[in-house]
């Protein structure tokens, strides 16, 4: 039976967990959920993922909601391309560890509050904030010269070999990328971000996710 992954093809926290599916080529199900008819809301959704979001998975019967905590579980369980550091390596796993809390603290706020404002209002309608999105995009231009100081000194953010922290990255910058706010892709300001981002963003596992998400 394949791990069944309730969420949206176009759903930048779900793209987070199909990458690392597809990195680790394990069979699974996408089960569309009826993001603004309210299911998220109804009884049998929130005993799978009580704060009413998405994705959760259900493999074999173990249910799992948080996408970072999906991620790390798939890339611990199936064989195919390591994600997660030899966990008997303590400065490795504190490396990776390291990154990851950069994601989440230094980008994901920035990239997720430009997504928001400037893709998810616009799928329902909405005006997005510009003034919100010049800030976003202010913090974030500061935030990513901490990242050109990492990656000016090795390939991924965790070290020489990709994580699920670079993962992490692809959703959100993908969509600030197509809605406009390029700051990942200025290699003229950044060179290791721009060379990093083209690396993880080329990658044949993103490339499905995108055309799943297209062909959706």
């Known amino acids: 039976m394949p791990l069944k992954v309730h969420g949206?093809?176009?759903?930048?926290?779900?793209?987070?967990?199909?990458?690392?599916?597809?990195?680790?080529?394990?069979?699974?199900?996408?089960?569309?959920?009826?993001?603004?008819?309210?299911?998220?809301?109804s009884p049998a959704s929130l005993a799978k993922s009580p704060f009413g979001q998405i994705?959760?998975?259900?493999?074999?019967?173990?249910?799992?909601?948080?996408?970072?905590?999906?991620c790390k579980y798939i890339a611990a369980k199936y064989a195919g391309t390591p994600l997660l550091p030899d966990q008997s390596d303590v400065k490795a796993v504190a490396l990776f560890e390291e990154a990851c809390s950069v994601e989440e603290s230094n980008f994901h706020p920035f990239a997720t509050g430009i997504v928001i404002e400037k893709y998810g209002k616009a799928l329902r309608g909405l005006e997005p904030n510009d003034k919100l999105v010049e800030e976003y995009v202010f913090k974030l231009d500061e935030k990513l010269d901490?990242?050109?100081?990492?990656?000016?000194?090795?390939?991924?953010?965790?070290?020489?070999?990709?994580?699920?922290?670079?993962?992490?990255?692809?959703?959100?910058?993908?969509i600030m990328g197509d809605v406009g706010v390029k700051l990942l892709e200025d290699a003229h300001k950044r060179p290791n971000v721009s060379r990093w981002w083209k690396e993880i963003s080329s990658l044949p596992s993103w490339l499905a996710v995108i055309a799943d998400a297209k062909a959706a």
């Open 8 to 41: 949206l093809a176009q759903s930048s926290s779900t793209q987070r967990v199909l990458v690392v599916l597809k990195e680790k080529n394990v069979p699974y199900e996408l089960v569309p959920v009826d993001f603004f008819g309210g299911e998220l809301k």
């Open 55 to 70: 994705p959760y998975i259900d493999d074999d019967g173990f249910v799992l909601y948080e996408s970072l905590a999906i």
């Open 146 to 174: 901490g990242y050109e100081a990492i990656l000016k000194r090795q390939r991924f953010l965790a070290g020489d070999h990709v994580t699920l922290a670079d993962l992490a990255h692809l959703p959100s910058g993908q």
